[in-house]
């Protein structure tokens, strides 16, 4: 058995607000059968706290960084918790990155250190019979850790850091140094230096063992200009020791035959029952039934996810006879512009402003096309959801989205292959040209029919992804692994 620490500020079903907490609340299970023990550590926000199951405290740690704290070991759902209970970093309300004002909080530096310094402290042996072989750190939240593990007091644990988004770097100001109880030579050997200040992510990316990313298009982006966002020297430098691993998801969370959030559950031989969470859709979003498809958005409003172009396209879109249902939150003049656009299209776009769990489900269950229109995306769930929801994926050329989706062009089609239409460059022109064949597709009854079977059959699981996780960390502590031949 390898013991493996996974370290991360979100886990579905507590804390999410991204894809990082499905695929942190996932992991474990999926590794569980390959003979990999995963234990999370997480900040003891309310949120954890309060829906702790059993806990048990492992750890007291009464002058931590400015405050006293103690580690619970405990479990929530299937889920194996070492909580970083220190309620001077974190027992606040709402989101664990922003306060009431929306904005971050200001010690976020502090709050992401201790979360690092903690996971390098379990490395060492901090609980007594619990000795994790691999930390696996998630984002810049955890990029620390790699870092005290290569310049504090040495441990043999080994690390790997998986980039999920790297728009997110977490950069500080370099007064924070002292304070971050981190050896003097990591400042003087330049590993968390970054612009003038200190880089959690840059720190993460150049101490750990392995990195891995979410995708394996992604992997190579972000080794270019164009998506590495200053980091791609780095990472070309570390190019062996990167990996693009494709996230899954959970297909028990996310089964349509199940699903209680929706309506009317379904599979691929009754997409027909969709029709019916398709009116339940129109009735939360206020659209009429007309005919034509319903185009659905479930997002961060955000730049990154191509939504001001969504927005621009809308009076397209309804002028080709689609419809539009977006669920989200983020920039306000996104917000607005859709808004706008609802106010002009009654019955045919709807808005709904929010984070609604739900909601999303029944948006997957419900719309005829799950739409992604991404500048960039490492790697992206929602069509992912989609397909596995026979709600049709139209998504942007990158990331992810061009390794998980496969254009309805007319030799995919004739071949049976095609799951979703894929547009590029990410621009306005080409989202809106994505949209008009989107609704030629949709008006060959047959041909839709059969790319959405095709979509809900597509291996979406976590099942290969996790034996290419088992096996990294296999190589890094020299294992082999039993089912090795298998792959
Ligand atoms: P990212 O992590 O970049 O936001 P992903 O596609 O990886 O993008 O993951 C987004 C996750 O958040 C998905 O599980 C999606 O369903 C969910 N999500 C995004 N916005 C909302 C919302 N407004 N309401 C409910 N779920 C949402
Ligand atoms: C990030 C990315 C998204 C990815 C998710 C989980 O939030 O933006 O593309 O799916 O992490 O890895």
């Known amino acids: 058995m390898i013991e493996v620490l996974s370290v991360t500020s979100e886990i579905y079903p507590l804390v999410k607000t991204g894809g990082l907490a499905d695929v942190t609340g996932a992991l474990p299970g999926a590794l569980?059968?390959?003979?990999?023990?995963?234990?999370?550590?997480?900040?003891?926000?309310?949120?954890?706290?309060?829906r702790l199951e059993t806990g048990r405290v492992v750890a007291e740690m009464p002058d931590f960084f400015d405050g006293a704290a103690r580690l619970i070991a405990g479990r929530v759902g299937g889920l194996d918790l070492i909580v970083l209970d220190a309620p001077h970093l974190y027992e606040r309300p709402g989101n664990?990155?922003?306060?009431?004002?929306?904005?971050?909080?200001?010690?976020?530096?502090?709050?992401?250190?201790?979360?690092?310094?903690t996971a390098y402290e379990l490395g060492r042996g901090l609980v007594d019979g619990y000795r994790p072989q691999v930390l696996h750190c998630h984002d810049w939240q955890a990029g620390?850790?790699?870092?005290?593990?290569?310049?504090?007091?040495?441990?043999?644990?080994k690390t790997v850091v998986t980039v999920h988004n790297i728009a997110f770097q977490g950069h500080f100001g370099w007064e924070n140094f002292n304070a971050l109880h981190l050896d003097f030579r990591?400042?003087?050997?330049?590993?968390?230096?970054?612009?003038?200040?200190?880089?959690?992510?840059?720190?993460?990316?150049?101490?750990?063992?392995?990195?891995?990313?979410?995708?394996?298009?992604?992997?190579?982006?972000?080794?270019?200009a164009a998506y590495g966002?200053?980091?791609?020297?780095?990472?070309?430098?570390?190019?062996?020791?990167?990996?693009?691993?494709?996230?899954?998801?959970?297909?028990?969370?996310?089964?349509?035959?199940?699903?209680?959030?929706?309506?009317?559950?379904?599979?691929?031989?009754?997409?027909?029952?969709?029709?019916v969470n398709r009116t339940a859709l129109n009735e939360r979003f206020e659209l009429d039934d007309s005919?034509?498809?319903?185009?659905?958005?479930?997002?961060?409003?955000t730049w990154q996810k191509g939504m001001d172009m969504l927005v621009d396209c809308a009076d397209g879109l309804v002028a080709m006879g689609g419809k539009l249902c977006v669920l989200g939150a983020g920039d306000p003049e996104v917000e607005n512009g859709l808004m706008g656009a609802a106010m002009r299209h009654p019955g045919k776009v709807g808005f709904i402003q929010g984070y609604d769990e739900g909601l999303s489900h029944l948006v997957q269950g419900g719309a005829d096309v799950m739409m992604v229109p991404s500048r960039f995306e490492p790697c992206g769930l929602t069509q992912l959801y989609g397909l596995r929801y026979g709600c049709v994926p139209l998504v942007s050329r990158v990331g992810g989205l061009a390794d998980t989706v496969i254009d309805a062009n007319e030799a995919a089609v004739e071949a049976g292959v095609a799951t979703g239409v894929v547009f590029a460059p990410a621009t306005e022109e080409a989202?809106?040209?994505?949209?008009?064949?989107?609704?030629?597709?949709?008006?060959?009854?047959?041909?839709?029919?059969?790319?959405?079977?095709?979509?809900?059959?597509?291996?979406?699981?976590?099942?290969?992804?996790?034996?290419?996780?088992?096996?990294?960390?296999?190589?890094?502590?020299?294992?082999?692994?039993?089912?090795?031949?298998?792959?």
């Not at 390959?34 to 309310?46: D, E």
């Not at 004002?101 to 010690?107: A, F, I, R, Y």
């Not at 880089?199 to 995708?215: E, H, P, R, W």
């Not at 996230?247 to 009754?270: C, F, H, K, V």
Request: hydrophobic content about 40%.
């Open 96 to 117: 664990p990155y922003l306060g009431p004002d929306g904005q971050n909080w200001e010690d976020n530096w502090k709050r992401f250190a201790a979360l690092g310094f």
């Open 186 to 224: 990591a400042a003087s050997e330049g590993a968390i230096e970054y612009f003038g200040g200190i880089g959690f992510l840059k720190a993460g990316l150049q101490c750990a063992d392995a990195l891995t990313t979410v995708s394996p298009t992604y992997a190579h982006e972000i080794r270019t």
């Open 144 to 157: 620390l850790a790699p870092a005290y593990v290569a310049f504090n007091a040495p441990t043999p644990v």
């Open 431 to 487: 989202l809106l040209e994505g949209i008009r064949r989107t609704v030629h597709l949709f008006a060959r009854e047959k041909v839709w029919k059969k790319m959405q079977r095709r979509g809900m059959k597509s291996e979406v699981s976590w099942e290969a992804s996790a034996k290419k996780y088992a096996d990294l960390y296999a190589n890094l502590l020299g294992l082999k692994r039993d089912d090795d031949q298998d792959d």
């Open 32 to 50: 569980a059968p390959l003979g990999v023990s995963m234990r999370t550590l997480i900040p003891g926000y309310p949120a954890v706290t309060g």
């Open 229 to 275: 966002m200053g980091l791609e020297g780095l990472l070309q430098n570390r190019a062996n020791d990167l990996h693009g691993i494709l996230n899954g998801i959970d297909t028990r969370t996310w089964d349509p035959a199940r699903d209680e959030a929706l309506a009317q559950t379904y599979s691929a031989n009754s997409t027909h029952l969709r029709d």
């Open 291 to 301: 005919a034509g498809p319903l185009f659905g958005v479930v997002s961060r409003l």
